[in-house]
DNA sequence: ACAAAAGTGTTCGATATACACCCATGT
DNA sequence: ACATGGGTGTATATCGAACACTTTTGT
């Protein structure tokens, strides 16, 4: 206990960003080589210090528009990894969320990154301090949010074709899905909505385009989409 | 990002853990009152300072031993809460965790708590910090899990009846779960198995008395118990 | 013409839900 | 004897899984 005045503190918190993007029909994330100590010259997972008067999500949306530009993107909180070890500079711990982006973003590096990647997710690096759990962590996340809610929009634009999402859905998940049930069950959910528009410049008839419906609840008590 | 030294920090890190227990055919919390100021005299959630070189879990099974005397229990961290200004001493960043525990504990008020008094989840009194929004967090993920997993035993002592286990579900989910049903899905998830001892001593016939497999797998990809 | 891809229903098995009575035991 | 509570099975509705052909369009 002893709440009554703050510690002096030897005590640093940062946070990091898992972002995922499909690209060339795999799952990739974003990785930066690190230019300084320690384990200078490992990949990581994009991250940095909190600043004084930033809120841990402020915090990792500025640290995610540093690398890709972008704002306004889903992200959430994982877990907060504390181990008193996982950095050698000293107790540093680390708010990890984690991203969905959309589209060919080139990657900026940072200050403190050499280099900014994409990295398909099969056949990662190794990562440096314990970024390869909050990595596996995350994806186990994004596979079982994938499930259950209808996050994987997330990862397409705007406007797609059912068979781009299932597609989106294929490759997250690992294993192919009933074209015919999937597109069942995706339209009763009822989170997309016909725009009306045609995808076409392809071999075969025109596709119909769908966009996200803003207005969909979803996540409460949903049923499982692709059980 | 400039993460190659670690700035000076005016910065603590707290662990809050809400705790709840089944009393009564009721859900309780554990909650303080502050003895100190800030918020001196208003309840809170059990937490405290996390230690120099002490891991985060480490930390709230501390705090939850100074409070209930009780290792071993289940713990989850649960989310952390960063906003700059949810404590009017400074910069406090506090990681959530929930705990389940079993039985009739008489909670020891820390060096920093006037009473430690456990309270029904139902008329709860105004809270310290932000500690209203915690604890409905905790709530939330309680009721969420309880539909998928099977953690409901661990708000119960090592042996139950079926009619006990199912109380215990019927409080939590705040609606009325039909016996035959229950009990078929409870077996068939194969997740408690029979001692072969029985409670007696009430009008009517002995229950069987069930225990936790501890070999239990459930969870990964576990359909949900109670659709 | 041909290849590629879009779109579309039905059947069958599995699972969820609703529902009522008998009997053992303690008072 | 009576009240309490444990234990048990079935019928129906809903949901999930498997499965193939036709049509459109670009080359």
Do not use: C
């Not at 503190?9 to 990739?28: G, N, Q």
């Not at 080139?106 to 440096?128: F, K, M, S, T, Y």
């Not at 071999?203 to 949903?222: C, T, W």
């Amino acid at each position: 206990m002893s709440r009554s005045q703050l510690p002096p503190a030897r005590l640093a918190l940062t946070v990091d960003v898992v972002i995922f993007r499909l690209h060339d029909a795999r799952l990739e994330t974003l990785l930066v080589r690190r230019a300084a100590l320690p384990h200078k010259g490992r990949w990581a997972i994009p991250g940095g210090f909190v600043h004084a008067n930033e809120s841990l999500e402020v915090a990792a949306r500025r640290e995610l528009y540093e690398e890709t530009g972008l704002k306004n993107v889903y992200l959430e909180q994982l877990y907060t990894f504390g181990d008193p070890k996982r950095d050698p500079r000293g107790r540093v711990v680390t708010v990890a969320y984690f991203a969905l982006i959309t589209g060919a973003i080139q990657p900026r590096a940072g200050d403190d990154a050499a280099e900014a990647v994409w990295q398909p997710i099969n056949g990662l690096p190794d990562l440096a301090f314990d970024h390869k759990a909050i990595l596996d962590y995350a994806l186990r996340r994004l596979r079982y949010k994938l499930e259950y809610t209808a996050v994987g929009f997330e990862l397409l634009p705007d406007e797609f074709t059912l068979a781009e999402l299932q597609a989106a859905y294929e490759i997250i998940l690992g294993d192919p899905l009933d074209k015919r049930n999937f597109r069942r069950r995706i339209l009763e959910a009822n989170v997309i909505e016909e725009t009306g528009k045609y995808r076409s410049g392809q071999i075969g008839p025109r596709a119909q385009l769908y966009r996200y419906r803003s207005d969909a609840v979803a996540e409460v008590k949903a049923r499982r989409l692709f059980p």
